[in-house]
């Protein structure tokens, strides 16, 4: 089964390591993903930390736009794919 995207990095936090996103479909914190930038991987990681509104939360479904932990820096513009 090929990966899906579910979302879409819109700014990056580098201070505090965190990468505003806009979900097209559900995650969980657990979940494997990983970041593609013009066609090119950049890196994979687990979800260990999703908030919203400053708000710790373990799912995120459609439409949601939450502060996810990222392990490295990384670009607006930057897919985020759920590997499955």
Wanted: aromatic share 8%.
């Amino acid at each position: 089964m090929a990966d899906k995207r579910v979302g879409k990095v819109k700014h990056y936090f580098d201070k505090i390591g965190v990468a505003a996103v806009v979900f097209e479909s559900k995650l969980s914190v657990g979940d494997k993903i990983k970041f593609v930038k013009n066609g090119k991987e950049l890196f994979q990681q687990n979800v260990t930390s999703i908030q919203k509104e400053h708000e710790n939360i373990t799912t995120v479904k459609k439409g949601d736009d939450v502060g996810l932990k990222v392990d490295q820096p990384v670009k607006e513009g930057t897919d985020i794919f759920k590997v499955t």
